[in-house]
């Protein structure tokens, strides 16, 4: 028989970063991100103990959106998406480089707040966590056609939202 706390644990290890990757996307805040990551993996293993969960990585992002969407229901905010935590600065770069790319972030960081929830997980789950489409689609209950699709129409509205600004 295999040993839960074992298997949840290569689970654990295995998705925290992408996890709370995605949950401080959602909330730009470092304590809050972490606050609902562990949450998430609280719940997971709860459900771990007593179900057999078919999809890990699926049912990890499901709990997580569905807490980030609790927290804004009990706090009433707005969401925000951060793109801080992406390091993508060579420290060899001179200081107007650096402030280009600084902007250029913070652009593609409001853009991408801007749009619906959906189009940003698509892209985020895609480009940053980089998941295949099949696995997109199963997180989102849709199709591989019908992700391919949200995923074009989501690059077209950031790229609209890029423009606009």
């Known amino acids: ?12 290890d295995k998705y925290i970063e992408k996890i709370y990757r995605f949950i401080f ?6 304590d809050i991100a972490e606050d609902l990551t562990s949450e998430t993996f609280l719940r997971v293993f709860e459900s771990f103990k ?21 927290h804004y229901r009990e706090k009433g905010r707005t969401q925000v ?6 390091s993508v600065v060579d420290p060899e770069e001179n200081l107007e480089k650096k ?12 853009a991408l707040s801007s749009l619906k929830e959906d189009y940003q ?16 689609a199963r997180m989102l209950d849709r199709s591989e056609e019908a992700t391919r699709v949200l995923l074009h ?3 077209k ?5 890029i423009k606009e600004a």
């Open 25 to 30: 996307l959602k909330v730009n805040s470092q």
């Open 81 to 86: 998406v951060s793109a801080d935590y992406v």
């Open 99 to 110: 402030a280009i790319l600084n902007s250029d972030m913070e652009q593609v960081r409001f």
């Open 1 to 12: 028989m295999a040993d839960p706390r074992k298997d949840f644990s290569e689970i654990y």
């Open 153 to 155: 129409r989501a690059l």
């Open 50 to 70: 007593t179900n057999n969960i078919e999809n890990p990585q699926a049912f990890l992002y499901r709990v997580a959106r569905n807490l980030v969407t609790d």
């Open 121 to 136: 997980n698509v892209i985020v789950w895609h480009y940053l966590d980089d998941l295949p489409i099949i696995e997109v």
């Open 157 to 161: 509205a950031l790229k609209n939202e």
